[in-house]
Nanobody
Framework: QVQLVESGGGLEQTGNSLRLSCVAS????????MAWFRQAPGKEREFLAA????????LYSDSVKGRFTISRDNAKNTLYLQMSSLKPEDTAVYYC???????????????WGQGTQVTVSS
């Protein structure tokens, strides 16, 4: 079992950057595919990016490709999401999630953090 705790959210202005972190505990971090999702008010949760256990492979949604970068430091049991060129439509609660090998869709991610709020002002 994996426990996940996100941090780094806050209020930013349009065009600024922000880095989210997700610290994992309870199991071998590198065994898990990790991902970031977000959920805006009144909308369904949206997949943003995923990274394989050793970090060799990444996948991004079209909505954030080129602006957001997912990375991980297995020595620190930490997942990151570097967000740049922020837009008001990036306002949402951001969640990290852990899944088994090859996990790609929401239902395949078993473990979830509590979320961190990101608000982008125009």
């Amino acid at each position: 079992q994996v426990q996940l705790v996100e941090s780094g959210g806050g209020l930013e202005q349009t065009g600024n950057s922000l880095r989210l972190s997700c610290v994992a505990s309870g199991s071998t971090f590198s065994d898990y595919t990790m991902a970031w999702f977000r959920q805006a008010p009144g909308k369904e949760r949206e997949f943003l990016a995923a990274i394989s256990g050793r970090g060799a492979n990444t996948l991004y949604s079209d909505s954030v490709k080129g602006r957001f970068t997912i990375s991980r430091d297995n020595a620190k049991n930490t997942l990151y999401l570097q967000m740049s060129s922020l837009k008001p439509e990036d306002t949402a609660v951001y969640y990290c999630a852990a899944g088994g090998l090859g996990a790609m869709i929401e239902s395949e991610f078993e473990y979830w953090g509590q979320g961190t709020q990101v608000t982008v002002s125009s």
